[in-house]
């Protein structure tokens, strides 16, 4: 793993410095980055893409491991750096791992081309929830093994019941299973962000309730309902709403348990969003 004497270096060397707006901010703690990579469980030959490489200290781990890397990294300074590292080592693309419709970008799905692959990043704080939560409806993906800000990896975990309980959490619980690696205090990072993060494991679910095809339409609904999370769900529906059994009129939209929400939406015809 690169020391931060080498990460500084590298950029010195080239008159760049970390930049705020793309989420640089460089994992400089070897214990961490272990941890990662041993939830990954990554074995020689498979796929597995890199959002945000940045000098590539995660990006020679995986390499050394035998995957497959494609990395995507939006910084045209630290691209051209790492393809002077690593060369043909890796199939590097350059720009957002995210189209205009916050999908994922054309030249990475050409690069994946249908196979079957793990996310492993320390993610860029801008993309991490859209992209967990596209990649949670994706069959080719067999797991996301990431660094997210803490508050992120609160949400997607978090059970029913409390205020983080929101829809990122049921649409992501509705395909997969998420568990915490490891918690990253801002010093494990340079610069230190101002935030603390968390490693998480984001794995499929073995029988999901929800279809990889329906999946867009499952998290525009529940979007929808939670837009007005201070309501009484019969309120939200209106009260004459055929509601499965064990769902109350009077409960909350955080209190619904993720299958229970797919049974509601299943009972309703599976909407888009609630009219009205
Ligand atoms: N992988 C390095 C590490 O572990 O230290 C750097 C991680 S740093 C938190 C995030 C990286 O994502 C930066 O290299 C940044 O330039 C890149 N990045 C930011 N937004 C991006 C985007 N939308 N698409 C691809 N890469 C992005």
């Known amino acids: 793993m ?9 950029l010195a060397a080239r008159g760049l410095r970390p930049r705020h707006r793309f989420g640089q901010n460089f994992l400089v703690e070897p214990a961490h980055l272990r941890r990662l990579l041993e939830a990954a469980a990554i074995a020689p030959g498979d796929l597995v893409l890199e959002v945000g490489p940045g000098t590539g200290t995660l990006t020679e781990e995986l390499l050394a491991a035998g995957a497959e890397v494609i990395a995507c990294e939006i910084d045209r300074d630290l691209a051209a750096l790492l393809r002077e590292r690593l060369g043909p080592s890796i199939h590097l693309v350059e720009g957002d791992v995210l189209d205009r419709k916050r999908s994922l970008s054309a030249e ?31 069959e080719s993906c067999r797991g996301s093994f990431v660094t997210v800000q803490r508050e992120v990896a609160d949400r997607l975990a978090a ?3 409390g205020r983080e309980h929101g829809p990122l959490s049921v649409a992501v619980q509705s395909r997969a ?30 029988d999901p309730p929800v279809g990889a095809a329906e ?5 525009r ?5 939670f837009s007005r999370r201070r309501k009484q769900l019969g309120s939200i529906l209106g009260r004459g709403a055929a509601l499965p059994e064990g769902i109350s009129p009077d409960a909350r939209p955080e209190a619904v348990p993720t299958d229970a929400w797919v049974a509601l939406w299943r009972s309703l015809g599976k ?5 009205g």
């Open 159 to 161: 059970p029913p019941g």
């Open 221 to 225: 609904f529940v979007t929808s309902v």
């Open 177 to 206: 299973t998420v568990r915490r690696i490891s918690d990253l205090p801002p010093g494990c990072f340079w610069p230190p962000p101002k935030v603390s993060s968390a490693m998480i494991a984001v794995e499929p679910r073995a």
């Open 108 to 138: 990475v799905r050409r690069a994946i081309a249908s196979r079957s692959f793990r996310l492993v990043a320390n993610l860029p704080y801008q993309v991490a929830s859209p992209l967990l939560a596209l990649l949670a409806g994706d």
């Open 271 to 275: 909407p888009t969003a609630i009219s």
């Open 2 to 10: 690169q020391t931060l004497a080498e990460i500084k270096a590298m």
């Open 215 to 219: 999946h867009d339409d499952f998290g």
